[in-house]
C-alpha cells in the first residue's frame, strides 16, 4: 500500500511558476514509476508528466519546455515544476505512483488555478 500526499498547489497569475510535491509512504517508492495528471470538469484526466523508476522522463505536448518532473527517492517525494503557467494549465492535480496493475495508487489532488 502506498499512500500519497500532494502539496503545492494554489493560485498565481499567468506567466507565473508554481512547484508541486508529492510525499509518498508505505512501500518502496524508488520501484515505482511516478506521473503527475491533472483534471478539468467534464474532461478525462491526463496525463502531464511521469518518470520511471530509473528516471527517464516523458510530458504531454502541450507543457513540454515548461514542466519538469523530479524525482527524490530519499525523500520519497516526486516534484512538478511549473513554469510559464497559463489558463489552460487551471486544473485538479494529482499524483500517481504505478508498479503494476494491481499496484496503482493515486493522491488526493492539489488544485491549481492559473488566473489574473
Known amino acids: 500500500q502506498v499512500q500519497l500526499v500532494e502539496s503545492g498547489g494554489g493560485l498565481v497569475q499567468p506567466g507565473g511558476s508554481l512547484s508541486l510535491s508529492c510525499a509518498a509512504s508505505?512501500?518502496?517508492?524508488?520501484?515505482?514509476?511516478m506521473g503527475w495528471y491533472r483534471q478539468t470538469p467534464g474532461k478525462q484526466r491526463e496525463l502531464v508528466a511521469a518518470i520511471t523508476s530509473g528516471g527517464s522522463t516523458n510530458y504531454a505536448d502541450a507543457v513540454k519546455g515548461r514542466f519538469t518532473i523530479s524525482r527524490d527517492n530519499d525523500k520519497n517525494t516526486v516534484y512538478l515544476q511549473m513554469n510559464s503557467l497559463n489558463a489552460e494549465d487551471t486544473a485538479v492535480y494529482y499524483c500517481n505512483a504505478y508498479f503494476t496493475k494491481h499496484y496503482n495508487y493515486w493522491g488526493q489532488g492539489t488544485q491549481v488555478t492559473v488566473s489574473s
Open positions: 508505505g512501500s518502496i517508492f524508488r520501484l515505482y514509476d
